[in-house]
């Protein structure tokens, strides 16, 4: 298993801001994911955060959008770009143990947009 | 790409055997089985997966039928703290996506 940090926890924004979420964890994994989590709903994946390369986005989220960066074996950010209240969500990184399919989830950061 | 059917809600007393069903019909012979499940307010977490075995760990039981269209999770002795939403999936072959559903939310009631 694998223990995941992610910074903030929380935070309340002001529409067309721009806030970077921060995935830490506590040994090297090949594969990083981000995912999104909108009210009541289950969860999305956003993009695979591909070490020394540009990460891959699923369809309907962006680059620009949702710019990522993967220096490392062990962090990850997601930024979440020009924000609207639609963008309120909480936001989920996870890695995954090589070989399998079990993904580790860190505790997500709830991101209100006003 | 398998896709899953589980039933929305159910409920079980604390104590007793929690059986939640899924159903994967269109799976194929070298995809997994993988159930997760989300807390509320957390993370989802591994719970345990399955080919074609039945599998049992310290959480959990699957239990997969002979021809692998359905499987059942078995969670034996459930407590309040099982309460969860509890997400069956067949991860897309040959890549390393996990495509959630909208799972079972299991309301463990003392």
């Known amino acids: 298993s694998a223990v995941i940090s992610q910074k903030p926890s929380r935070d309340i924004c002001q529409r067309g801001t721009s806030l970077t979420i921060q995935c830490q964890v506590d040994?090297?994994?090949?594969?990083m994911f981000w995912y999104r989590q909108q009210p009541g709903q289950s969860l999305t994946l956003i993009a695979t955060?591909?070490?020394?390369?540009?990460?891959?986005?699923e369809s309907g989220f962006v680059i620009d959008k949702f710019p990522i960066s993967r220096p490392n074996l062990t962090f990850s950010t997601l930024t979440v770009s020009n924000m609207s209240p639609e963008d309120s969500s909480i936001y989920l990184c996870?890695?995954?143990?090589?070989?399998?399919?079990?993904?580790?989830f860190g505790p997500g950061t709830r991101l209100t947009v006003t | 790409d398998a896709k899953t059917t589980q039933p929305p809600s159910m409920d079980c007393a604390e104590g007793r055997a929690a059986n939640l069903p899924c159903n994967h019909s269109?799976?194929?012979?070298?995809?997994?089985v993988y159930w997760y499940r989300q807390i509320h307010s957390q993370g989802p977490q591994y719970i345990i997966h399955?080919?074609?075995n039945n599998e049992t760990n310290e959480m959990a039981s699957l239990i997969i039928t002979e021809d692998r269209k359905s499987s059942t999770l078995i969670l034996p002795h459930a407590t309040l703290r099982d309460t969860a939403v509890y997400y069956c999936?067949?991860?897309?072959?040959?890549?390393?996506?996990?495509?959630f559903g909208t799972g079972t939310r299991l309301q463990v009631f003392p």
């Open positions: 996870s890695v995954e143990v090589a070989g399998t399919y079990e993904q580790y």
């Open positions: 999936i067949v991860p897309l072959y040959n890549t390393d996506k996990l495509i």
């Open positions: 040994s090297q994994v090949t594969m």
């Open positions: 269109t799976i194929s012979g070298n995809e997994y």
């Open positions: 955060a591909n070490q020394g390369s540009e990460a891959t986005y």
């Open positions: 399955g080919l074609k």
